[in-house]
Structure formats: C-alpha cells, structure tokens
C-alpha cells in the first residue's frame, strides 16, 4: 500500500527533526562549555548525589584541615615554651647542685638567691604564655591568667553574677577553699521569685553537670553552702530563671586555671586535645606531681636561708619537675606526629575524591566533541532539506 | 431512443459535475494548512434508467475522509501530552530552585555553617568568629527561606493555572455543545455539516489537552462527553460547566467542582491532561517536596537549639535558643537575641569559656537526625536533589515517548485526512479535462443541431 505524504507532513517532520537536533546540539553545547556531564539534577540523580557528598566530604576535611593546623601552631608554641622551661629548670638544678655542696658559702648562696629570682620570673612568665588572646596554660579558662607569683587560696569574695541575670542584689562567697583543685561552682536559679520561692541547682564543674534541685524555701535565709567550706549568701532581692553566678574557687598555690583540655574536631568522632593545663604541667595538683613553683620558691627560700639541708630538699623536686616538664615536651611531639599523619591521610584522600569525583561528574571531552561534529552535519543537512523540500512541487512541471 | 436535446443534457450534468468537483478539490487546495482540516472528495455517480442507452453524470455530495477510531486515539494521546508537558513546565521550574550542580545553594551553605562553627571552636571567645556564624547562620536560613518561598510561588502559580484551565475548558464545553447543535440541524437538514464537524474534533482535540474524558457520537450525530468517572460534561446541547470553590483545609487552594454542586471537589477524577497536571503538581509533588524541606530544617533548627540550650554563652548565661524555634523552612531566622549580641553564642559547655559546645554543634553534620536514624541532614538534602532530580528525568522521558506516539498518530492522521497538493493538482487537471471534454461534446450537440436547422432551410 501506498502511503500517502501530505505537505503538511512534510513540514512537520522537517520542523519536529530540527528541534530535536537543535535541543541535543544545545545540550552538547552545555556540556562543552561546563566540561560537565552533569549539570542539572536530572541528568544523572545518582551522580548528582554522589558528588554532593564527595564535595562534602571534601568541605569537612577543608575545615578538619584548618583544625590540624590551628592545633599544630597551638602544640608548637606548647612545645618551644616548654623546651625553654626545662632549659631554665636545668640552669637552676646545675645551682642548686652547686650550692647544696659543702664548698658553697654564704656569700654565694646569698648571690645564687639573687641570681634564681629572674629565672623564676622567666618561669613563671614563660607559665603565662599567650598564643593569640588565650593563655595556653590555663586549662580551658584561656582568659584566665594562669599562674601568679604569690601562692594564695580563695578565701571568698563576691560571687560573679551573669550579664542576663534579673538579680541585682550582691552575692557574697565567704569562707576558705578547702577543695585539693580548682573548682568553678556554678549556681543556677531554676525557679523565680523571691529568696524564699526561688529553688536552685549547684555544679561543681562549671555547669556541666548538675546537682539535685533545692526544694522551695531552702533558699530562704539566703545562704548557700557550696561545699569544701564555701558558702554563697545573697542579699534579699528577686531571683529570675536561669540567673547563674560562678564562684571560682582555687586551691592554695600558683594556679588559678582549671585542669582540663582544649579540643578540636580534627575528623568525624575523632577530637585532638591540643592543650595541656598548667595544673598537670606545673603543679602537683590534678594530673600533675610536683608543685614547680612551690620547689623553686623553696629553693629561693633555703639559698637565701643559707640552708644547706633546705637546698638538698629541693633537688629530688627540681629533678622531678624538669621530668615533668619534659614529659609533656614528649607528649607534645607525639600528639604533632598524630597531626602530621591524619593530615597527609586527607590530603592523599582529598586527591582519590577529587579524582572520583570527577569521574563521574566530568565529560569525556573527545567523545562530546566527536557528538557534537556529528549532531552540526545532521544539523546541516536538515537546513539543506529545508531548503530543498519546497523547491520539488508538481507545479513546477505543469504548465 | 435518444435524442439531442437529452445529450446537451449529459453534456450539462458533466459540466456541473466537474465545476463542482473543481469547487471542492479548491476548498481542499485552500485549506492545506488549516489544522484538523479533513480532506474532501466528491461523489460522482452516474444518472440515467435501464431503458436509456445514455448514463448523465452528478456530483451527489463530497465524501470527508477521516478515521474515527484514529480520531479517539488522537483525543487520547492529547490528555497524555498535556499531562506531561504542564508536569515538566513546573518540575523544570523546581529543578531551578534545587540545581546545585555548580555549588552554591543549600548544601554550601549548610557547609559553611558547620564549619563556621568548627572555627568558633578553635577561638570561642574570638569576636570575628562570631561575627562569621552569624552572617554563616543568617544566610543558611536566608537559603532555607528562599527555596520554600520559591516552591509556595510555584504552588500558587499551579494554583492559579487550576483556576484558568478550569474557565478555559468551560469554553470548550461550551463550543461542543453549541456545534453539537448545529450539527444535529445540518445533518437534519440534509446539508454538509463536514467544516463543524471538523471544528468539532479540533475542540475535542483541545478538550483533551486539558483533561481526560470520555465521547460518545449518538444517532443524532451529537457527542456526549464524560468525565473518566462516567459524570456528563456534554450531553447534546447541554452543558455540565466545572468551577474552582477555595479550600480552606488546603492552604485555601482551589478545588475543582461542578458548577450545580459546589460543596463536591472533583480533584480526583482527573488523572490525564494538563488540569490534572496542575492539581497534582500543587498538592503532591511540589507539595511533597516542601514537606521535605520543611522536615529538613525543622530538624535542623531543633537539634541546633536542644545543643545551643545545653551550652553557655560569653557571659556565664545558659545558651537560649540559637534558631527562632519554628517547623517551616520559610519561616526560618536566627534569633534576634543572638543578631543583637554575638557574645550570647553559646560555645561552651562549661562557664568558662571552652570551645566544646560549638564543636558538639558542628558535630551535628554528622549525626544521624533524618530517615530515622538513617541519613544525615546533607544526605537527606542530597536525596531530595536526585528525587527532584529523577522526577525531571522520568517525566521527560515520558513526554519524549508520548510525544513519538503523538507524531505517529499524527502522521496517521494526515495520511487519511491530509491535503496532498501534489493529488489535488492531479485531480485538478483530471477535472479540468472532464470540463473541457464536456464542453466540446456541447459544441458537437450546438454543431449538429445547426446542422439540422440549416436542412429546414433549404
């Protein structure tokens, strides 16, 4: 059978095949452009979830990355501070060596007195290192100034209100610290009102966790035993929710920081402690074994003293402390070399995502180019037809 | 016997005849390009009785070529294409407000926030990183905002095209009804209804863009036309009009209903055309697609909060909440108490002043909040992109298919009813000698009857 073609097919085939070819050469254009294959959602859903969670990946080991690094220069800073004071520490035992002996006098333990007070300062200056606005020794209270020349123990004074808090009336902490560490106490109102409504919660480290809430009334005297014989005693005045007041209680000696550590994320569920306290460095509170300042201070005390059996007393502390101090140094390194490894791993896994990530979103360029000649001949042709198609017609041959 | 006076009156009839099979291979000619035109073709047949040795000739009608069954394909496959086509100008749309493909958008922003919160806790008493969270965290809900805003807009927009395709299909109804009866007094009236007809079909064509319906030719040669469900559209001359009633239990969208009974919708008869495009675009897909956004930063803002809450802000206070706490994406901000004053940021988890808390919020990123337990928020962002993504995908697959089988009927279509010029031209000239050949037997009748009048002469 004879299918009959009518114009009007004719024109609708030539047009609807133009489209078609203009539409891919559009596409193929697109790509060309981009060098991508995929650039919109639908041309490959798959793919394009997949390159979402590479350029994740890619966007969280940019930041664990910036991590590492802040990390290293804080463990670096850690480290050299810490060389110095074991140098120094080192100095002081060549001293207290040579002045503990029978040959010293008092003339020269008189002299090696004067001479240890700078160091202690050095120490000691060295012990309030700052890198940036935050001191590197104070635990997690990097605002805190971590060490001080005289030793002391927090025998009250008023507590520290929060800035939002709707109480105005003072809080006075009196007492003696009998606390072995320092202890931020946090006390916090959990329900409102007046002294003898208000109901309270104490913590002991910081507003971490929490101790049982007090019933209505327990407040009404206005006094708070805080423990380790600190108490808390507010003035007559009108409690709101969530005011909060701190107490930073220390422990008799140098350190007024706390004992924990920074972190960072440094990859998922994997957090770096980059910091040391000052407690476990320089003190024998905490992690910590020997009271370095409470040695040299001793050492100072017997020089000054011209008391051999004193300086003596001191040497078995001294070698302790510079033992001490290295340790850390150790730890230092170590915890730099753990740095140094995760890094280089991203690095070598940033290289492998880019690669796979591009495997699938990138256009293999020659066959996009080898399409793209192909779809301009058909793109030809079709003009070509178009042109011919209304030049044939029966009218041309009847007269 | 025959006689001269009845062959001038073959030579007449084959006169007539052709003129007029001219006449109709012109209107053929004139109407090439005329869409829905139907192709005519005269009837000839042959006069004259069994005892007379001369046939006449008459043109007793022109034949309209056209295939009915052919015709309902056609009807059909107009209900599919217009589904499809309205359904891939609104996920075209949509695929805008979700393409990523070059960053940007949602996903980078969601990145910057978390790591912005990863900075803070490297220096959580750092003014400058607080001031970066904040313009990281007011342009995360700003993204949140916008993509929610631009899918409602599309659902308005959907909203809107219910309502006109609704009063434009009316018009259709109402154009089938009204040629149903002219049609009915055409054929009654023994005349050619082929260009109402023809007109007819087209409105039937157009009808079906818009919603899928059944039609029934009746003895009269009306139509009657039928919602999927067997409801009547168009019964003769009569109509059954559809309207748009506001639904207050459906963001006060538009439900389509019969206009004599308003309280009904009639949402679900529709499941072809481009009404029925609309309808599903606005309440199911877009719809769907905004719930998801919704999940997405509610959990989001939730889990920000319960954590931010937890912690302790520069001042000593307990941390409030970091997001205004609100379930949808377009209402998503941070809270002002945290624009005003950067140092209520809670980094902490303690008073003084660690970075903990900030790091246990970025750690968020990696939690499993969404699909229960399942996926994280980015994964969860991901999975809508590619359902967006294979949505696009499979409708424009689907309107590449329908649209070959469309091309097909069509091409059917034209085989059966087109205008062939090439066939009109051929008639034309086949005609034309018929007229001059009837002519010359009239001069040959005039030349004889000459002949016998100049015997009376002499």
Redesign the interface.
């Known amino acids: 059978m004879v299918?009959?073609?009518?114009?009007?097919?004719k024109y609708?085939?030539l047009t609807?095949n133009l489209s078609s070819v203009q539409d891919r050469c559009g596409e193929l254009m697109l790509q060309l452009s981009?060098l991508?294959r995929?650039?919109?959602?639908?041309?490959?859903?798959?793919g394009?979830?997949t390159?979402?969670?590479y350029?994740?990946m890619l966007?969280?080991m940019?930041?664990y990355g910036?991590?590492i690094d802040?990390?290293a220069s804080w463990l670096n800073i850690t480290e050299s501070t810490l060389s110095s004071v074991n140098d120094i520490l080192v100095k002081i035992q060549e001293m207290a060596l040579s002045q503990a002996s029978a040959t010293a006098t008092a003339a020269t333990r008189e002299q090696a007195a004067a001479a240890l007070q700078p160091l202690i300062d050095q120490i000691l200056s060295l012990a309030n290192t700052k890198l940036?606005?935050?001191y590197i020794f104070s635990?997690?209270?990097?605002?805190t100034k971590p060490f001080e020349a005289e030793a002391a123990v927090y025998a009250g004074g008023p507590a520290?209100a929060?800035?939002?808090?709707t109480y105005k009336g003072t809080a006075s902490v009196s007492g003696t610290y009998t606390g072995g560490t320092n202890i931020?106490y946090?006390l916090?109102i959990v329900t409102g009102g007046d002294l003898d409504k208000a109901t309270y919660q104490v913590s002991t480290?910081?507003?971490?966790t929490w101790g049982v809430e007090s019933k209505v009334g327990d407040l009404g005297a206005g006094t708070v035993d805080l423990g380790n014989g600190l108490s808390i005693t507010f003035q007559a005045g009108t409690f709101g929710e969530?005011d909060?007041f701190?107490v930073d209680a220390f422990a008799l000696g140098y350190y007024r920081g706390?004992g924990?550590e920074?972190?960072?994320?440094i990859g998922?569920?994997h957090?770096m402690h980059y910091s040391f306290s000052g407690e476990a460095v320089f003190t024998d509170k905490g992690a910590g074994t020997v009271d370095v300042f409470g040695t040299l201070n001793d050492l100072k005390a017997a020089l000054a003293g011209n008391d051999a059996e004193g300086i003596r007393a001191t040497l078995d502390g001294l070698k302790e402390a510079q033992q001490q101090v290295t340790r850390y140094q150790a730890i230092c390194g170590t915890r730099t070399n753990d740095l140094e490894v995760t890094k280089s791993n991203y690095e070598a896994l940033k290289e492998n995502i880019t690669g796979l990530m591009s495997n699938v979103?990138d256009a293999d360029v020659t066959k996009l180019i080898t399409d793209f000649q192909m779809k301009q001949i058909a793109l030809q042709a079709s003009y070509y037809m178009a042109g011919e198609i209304g030049k044939i017609?029966?009218?041309n041959f009847?007269k | 016997m025959s006689n001269l006076g009845s062959v001038m009156n073959v030579a007449k009839g084959a006169l007539l005849s052709n003129a007029s099979a001219i006449n109709i291979t012109g209107s053929n000619i004139a109407n090439v390009n005329t869409p829905g035109y139907s192709r005519l073709r005269p009837i000839f047949s042959s006069v004259g009785g069994a005892a007379e040795l001369q046939f006449g000739v008459e043109v007793s009608g022109a034949e309209r070529l056209y295939d009915k069954y052919l015709e309902v394909q056609l009807v059909q496959q107009n209900q599919k294409i217009g589904y499809y086509e309205a359904r891939k100008g609104v996920l075209d749309r949509v695929e805008g407000i979700f393409n990523e493909s070059e960053g940007g958008g949602l996903n980078e922003s969601l990145t910057k926030f978390w790591n912005a919160w990863e900075d803070l806790s490297a220096n959580p008493t750092g003014t400058v990183q607080r001031d970066a969270l904040v313009s990281a965290a007011e342009s995360l809900a700003t993204v949140f905002r916008q993509k929610a805003e631009e899918l409602q807009e599309v659902q308005q927009d959907m909203n809107v095209s219910v309502s006109e395709t609704v009063s434009e299909l009316n018009s259709y109804l109402a154009s089938i009804a009204e040629l149903n009866e002219k049609i009915v007094q055409t054929v009654t009236g023994g005349g050619n209804a082929s260009d109402l007809l023809d007109k007819r079909q087209d409105n039937l064509q157009k009808l079906g863009a818009m919603i899928d319906f059944q039609y029934i030719e009746d003895a009269s040669g009306a139509v009657n036309v039928f919602t999927s469900n067997g409801k009547p559209l168009v019964e003769g001359g009569r109509t059954w009009k559809l309207e748009t009633a506001v639904n207050p239990d459906n963001h006060d969208y538009y439900n389509v209903v019969f206009q004599d009974e308003p309280d009904e919708a009639i949402n679900g008869c529709f499941s072809k055309g481009k009404l029925a495009a609309c309808l599903e675009a606005r309440d199911i897909t877009v719809g769907g697609y905004l719930d998801k956004l919704d999940s997405l930063a509610a959990n989001l803002v939730a889990a920000v909060n319960d954590q931010h809450r937890s912690g302790y802000d520069m001042y000593g206070n307990g941390g409030g909440n970091f997001f205004d706490p609100v379930t949808d994406a377009a209402q998503m901000r941070v809270s002002t108490a945290i624009t005003e004053d950067q140092g209520k940021i809670a980094a902490s988890t303690s008073v003084d002043r660690d970075g903990n808390n900030a790091s246990a919020i970025a750690a968020i990123k990696d939690s499993l909040l969404m699909g229960g337990g399942t996926a994280t928020l980015s994964d969860y962002y991901s999975a809508l992109m590619a359902r967006v993504g294979q949505d696009v995908k499979d409708t424009n697959s689907s309107l590449d298919h329908q649209t070959v089988i469309m091309n097909q009927l069509k091409s059917q279509r034209e085989t059966v009813s087109g205008v062939s010029l090439d066939e009109e031209m051929i008639n034309l000239m086949k005609y034309q000698l018929g007229y001059n050949a009837a002519g010359r037997l009239a001069a040959t009748v005039s030349a004889l009857m000459d002949t016998l009048m100049s015997m009376t002469e002499s």
């Open positions: 299918t009959r073609v009518t114009e009007n097919m609708f085939l609807n981009t991508k995929i650039n919109k959602p639908s041309d490959d859903p798959a394009m979830t390159v979402m969670n350029r994740d966007a969280s940019e930041q910036r991590n802040g990390s940036g606005d935050s635990g997690t209270k990097t605002g520290n929060a800035k939002g808090n931020t946090v916090k480290d910081g507003g971490k969530g909060t701190t706390n924990e920074m972190t960072l994320n998922k569920d957090t979103e017609s029966i009218l009847i």
